[in-house]
C-alpha cells in the first residue's frame, strides 16, 4: 500500500472513530438529561396530586372526575398496596395498552422499551398521614417526543459525521499531498542518479526549517560531499598515474639508452644505472606515500594514547641527525608536553616536517613546542629557499610542487603535506604555513591537548 494512502487511510479512520465517540456520547447524554428532566416534571406533579388527594382516596379508586382529567392520553396509573399487588389501574382512552407488563416497583423511575415505544416509569409511594407507606403509585407515560427528538438529533449527528468525514477525507490527502511532494521529488532525483550515474540536487521549495526541508538539506550535503568525494579520488588516481607514468617513461627511457649503446659507453651506463635506481627509489616513496594517504582517507580509526611529545621529538631528531649531518634544535619552556594523540602518526607528522625543512634549507632547523590553554603547538622552522607567496595556500594540495625543476634534484613527491595535514586533520588539529620566498619557512601545527570523546582518526 502507498504511502500516501496509508496516511489518508490512518487520519480518516481516526477523524472516524473520534466522530462515531463524539455522536455516542452526544446521544447518550441527550437521553440522560431528558429523561431526567421529564421525570422530575411528573414526580412534582404526581406528588403534590398525591399530596392534595390524600392516599385514602387512591387506595380506594375514589378519584374525582377533574383528578382523572390530569390524565392524558398516553399516561396509564397503577395502584399497588403494600404487597405489591395491583389493586387498580386508570387511564384514559390510553393509546397503548400495558397488559401484564410488570415494572420492578423498587426502581423509582425507570426508561423502557414496551411494543417499540420510549415508556417513562415512576413510582411514588403512597403515604399515610402518619407517615407510612401504605401503597405504591405507578406512572406510566409513553414519551413519543423522546422518540422525535432523537430522531431529529441523530440526523443532525449523522449529516454533520458524514459532512466531517468527507471535510477530513479532502484533508488528509491534501496534507498526504503536502508531506509526500518533497519526498516524491527526492526519490524521482535518487531514481534519476541511480539512471544517469551522475550526482544531481533535488530542487529545494521552501526555505523553513521543518523535518522535509531538513531531509532536502541533508540530502542535497550528501550529494555534494559524494561528488566532491568522488571527484577528488577521481583525481587522485589521475594524479597517481600521471605520476608513475612520468616516472616509469624516464626508466623506460634509461633501459632503452642502455640496451642500444650502454655495453659500449661506459658514462651512459653508469648514469642510466644511477638514473634508474633514483627512480625507482621515488617510485617506491611515491607508493608509501600513497598508500599512507589512502588509508589517512579510508577513515580507520587508529587508537590514541597519552604520549609525551618533547621526547618523541627528540627521539625523531636523533634518528634523522643519524641520516643528515645537519643542526637540528628544540626550543621549549617545558619539560614534558601530553596529549592524546598515535604516537606513530605523530613521529610520521614530525619526519614529514623535518624533511621538508632539511630538502629545501641548508642551515639549522628549529622546533618550536609550546603549549596554550588546552592547545600543543608544534612550529618547524628553517632558513631555506622559502615559497613564493601566492603557491602558499596550494602545497597542502595532492602531488603540488612549488617548482617542478626543484623535486627532481629533491626527490619530493608532493604527497608529504598533503599526508601532514590528513595526520592534523584527524587528531582535530590544524596545520599552516608562513613563507617568505629566500628567507625561510614556518609550518606551525596546532594540537588540542585531550582528543573529544567519541571522535576518531579518520
Ligand atoms: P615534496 O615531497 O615535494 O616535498 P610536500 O607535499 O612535502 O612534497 O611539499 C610540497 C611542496 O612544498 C614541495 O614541493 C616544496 O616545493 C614546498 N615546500 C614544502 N616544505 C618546504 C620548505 N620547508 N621550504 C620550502 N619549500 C617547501
Given at each position: 500500500m502507498k504511502l500516501r494512502t496509508k496516511i489518508t487511510l490512518l487520519a480518516s479512520i481516526l477523524a472516524l472513530s473520534i466522530l462515531l465517540f463524539v455522536d455516542v456520547t452526544v446521544h447518550l447524554l441527550f437521553v440522560k438529561i431528558a429523561t431526567r428532566n421529564e421525570r422530575e416534571v411528573l414526580q412534582n406533579k404526581w406528588t403534590e396530586i398525591i399530596a392534595e388527594a390524600g392516599p385514602t382516596m387512591i387506595l380506594k379508586n375514589a378519584w374525582s372526575?377533574?383528578?382523572?382529567?390530569?390524565?392524558?392520553?398516553?399516561?396509564?396509573?397503577?395502584?399497588?398496596?403494600?404487597?405489591?399487588?395491583?389493586?387498580?389501574?386508570?387511564?384514559?382512552?390510553?393509546?397503548?395498552?400495558?397488559?401484564?407488563?410488570?415494572?420492578?416497583?423498587s426502581q423509582s423511575s425507570e426508561l423502557t422499551d414496551v411494543q417499540g415505544h420510549k415508556i417513562l416509569v415512576i413510582h411514588l409511594p403512597v403515604l399515610s398521614p402518619e407517615g407510612n407507606q401504605e401503597g405504591t403509585l405507578e406512572i406510566v407515560e409513553k414519551w413519543d417526543a423522546l422518540e422525535t427528538n432523537l430522531d431529529i438529533l441523530n440526523t443532525i449527528l449523522i449529516t454533520s459525521t458524514v459532512g466531517a468525514m468527507l471535510l477530513s477525507l479532502v484533508g488528509s490527502t491534501i496534507l498526504a499531498n503536502a508531506i509526500l511532494l518533497p519526498i516524491s521529488s527526492s526519490i524521482q532525483t535518487m531514481q534519476e542518479i541511480e539512471r544517469s550515474l551522475k550526482f544531481k540536487k533535488i530542487p529545494v521549495r521552501s526555505h523553513n526549517h521543518d523535518e522535509l526541508s531538513q531531509m532536502t538539506a541533508t540530502f542535497n550535503r550528501m550529494m555534494s560531499r559524494l561528488e566532491e568525494s568522488f571527484q577528488s579520488q577521481q583525481q587522485f588516481v589521475s594524479d597517481a598515474s600521471h605520476e608513475l607514468n612520468t616516472t616509469l617513461m624516464i626508466i623506460e627511457g634509461y633501459a632503452n639508452m642502455l640496451r642500444r649503446w650502454g655495453t659500449h659507453d661506459e658514462d651512459i651506463y653508469k648514469e642510466s644505472i644511477q638514473s634508474i635506481y633514483e627512480e625507482t627509489q621515488r617510485m617506491r616513496t611515491m607508493t608509501q606515500q600513497l598508500l599512507a594517504l589512502a588509508s589517512s582517507q579510508q577513515g580507520n580509526p587508529e587508537p590514541h594514547e597519552r604520549m609525551e611529545l618533547v621526547g618523541c621529538c627528540q627521539q625523531v631528531?636523533?634518528?634523522?641527525?643519524?641520516?643528515?649531518?645537519?643542526?637540528?634544535?628544540?626550543?621549549?619552556?617545558?619539560?614534558?608536553?601530553?596529549?592524546?594523540?598515535?604516537?606513530?602518526?605523530?613521529?610520521?607528522?614530525?619526519?614529514?616536517?623535518?624533511?621538508?625543512?632539511?630538502?629545501?634549507?641548508?642551515?639549522?632547523?628549529?622546533?618550536?613546542?609550546?603549549?596554550?590553554?588546552?592547545?600543543?603547538?608544534?612550529?618547524?622552522?628553517?632558513?631555506?629557499?622559502?615559497?613564493?607567496?601566492?603557491?602558499?595556500?596550494?602545497?597542502?594540495?595532492?602531488?603540488?610542487?612549488?617548482?617542478?625543476?626543484?623535486?627532481?634534484?629533491?626527490?619530493?613527491?608532493?604527497?608529504?603535506?598533503?599526508?601532514?595535514?590528513?595526520?592534523?586533520?584527524?587528531?582535530?588539529?590544524?596545520?599552516?604555513?608562513?613563507?617568505?620566498?629566500?628567507?625561510?619557512?614556518?609550518?606551525?601545527?596546532?594540537?588540542?591537548?585531550?582528543?573529544?570523546?567519541?571522535?576518531?582518526?579518520?
Amino acid at each position: 500500500m502507498k504511502l500516501r494512502t496509508k496516511i489518508t487511510l490512518l487520519a480518516s479512520i481516526l477523524a472516524l472513530s473520534i466522530l462515531l465517540f463524539v455522536d455516542v456520547t452526544v446521544h447518550l447524554l441527550f437521553v440522560k438529561i431528558a429523561t431526567r428532566n421529564e421525570r422530575e416534571v411528573l414526580q412534582n406533579k404526581w406528588t403534590e396530586i398525591i399530596a392534595e388527594a390524600g392516599p385514602t382516596m387512591i387506595l380506594k379508586n375514589a378519584w374525582s372526575p377533574k383528578l382523572k382529567d390530569e390524565l392524558s392520553g398516553d399516561t396509564i396509573l397503577r395502584v399497588f398496596d403494600q404487597k405489591s399487588r395491583l389493586l387498580y389501574e386508570v387511564s384514559r382512552q390510553s393509546r397503548f395498552k400495558l397488559g401484564n407488563v410488570r415494572f420492578n416497583p423498587s426502581q423509582s423511575s425507570e426508561l423502557t422499551d414496551v411494543q417499540g415505544h420510549k415508556i417513562l416509569v415512576i413510582h411514588l409511594p403512597v403515604l399515610s398521614p402518619e407517615g407510612n407507606q401504605e401503597g405504591t403509585l405507578e406512572i406510566v407515560e409513553k414519551w413519543d417526543a423522546l422518540e422525535t427528538n432523537l430522531d431529529i438529533l441523530n440526523t443532525i449527528l449523522i449529516t454533520s459525521t458524514v459532512g466531517a468525514m468527507l471535510l477530513s477525507l479532502v484533508g488528509s490527502t491534501i496534507l498526504a499531498n503536502a508531506i509526500l511532494l518533497p519526498i516524491s521529488s527526492s526519490i524521482q532525483t535518487m531514481q534519476e542518479i541511480e539512471r544517469s550515474l551522475k550526482f544531481k540536487k533535488i530542487p529545494v521549495r521552501s526555505h523553513n526549517h521543518d523535518e522535509l526541508s531538513q531531509m532536502t538539506a541533508t540530502f542535497n550535503r550528501m550529494m555534494s560531499r559524494l561528488e566532491e568525494s568522488f571527484q577528488s579520488q577521481q583525481q587522485f588516481v589521475s594524479d597517481a598515474s600521471h605520476e608513475l607514468n612520468t616516472t616509469l617513461m624516464i626508466i623506460e627511457g634509461y633501459a632503452n639508452m642502455l640496451r642500444r649503446w650502454g655495453t659500449h659507453d661506459e658514462d651512459i651506463y653508469k648514469e642510466s644505472i644511477q638514473s634508474i635506481y633514483e627512480e625507482t627509489q621515488r617510485m617506491r616513496t611515491m607508493t608509501q606515500q600513497l598508500l599512507a594517504l589512502a588509508s589517512s582517507q579510508q577513515g580507520n580509526p587508529e587508537p590514541h594514547e597519552r604520549m609525551e611529545l618533547v621526547g618523541c621529538c627528540q627521539q625523531v631528531v636523533a634518528h634523522l641527525k643519524t641520516v643528515h649531518d645537519r643542526l637540528i634544535t628544540i626550543f621549549t619552556d617545558e619539560s614534558e608536553i601530553w596529549l592524546d594523540a598515535n604516537l606513530a602518526k605523530m613521529k610520521q607528522l614530525l619526519v614529514i616536517l623535518l624533511d621538508n625543512a632539511l630538502k629545501y634549507s641548508a642551515d639549522e632547523i628549529e622546533i618550536i613546542l609550546s603549549t596554550e590553554a588546552k592547545h600543543v603547538q608544534i612550529r618547524v622552522k628553517d632558513a631555506g629557499i622559502g615559497i613564493p607567496e601566492g603557491e602558499v595556500k596550494r602545497v597542502f594540495e595532492r602531488f603540488y610542487r612549488v617548482d617542478c625543476s626543484r623535486h627532481r634534484k629533491t626527490g619530493g613527491t608532493g604527497l608529504g603535506l598533503p599526508i601532514a595535514k590528513a595526520i592534523t586533520d584527524a587528531h582535530q588539529g590544524t596545520i599552516r604555513m608562513a613563507s617568505v620566498e629566500g628567507k625561510g619557512t614556518e609550518v606551525i601545527v596546532t594540537l588540542p591537548q585531550r582528543q573529544q570523546e567519541g571522535l576518531s582518526l579518520q
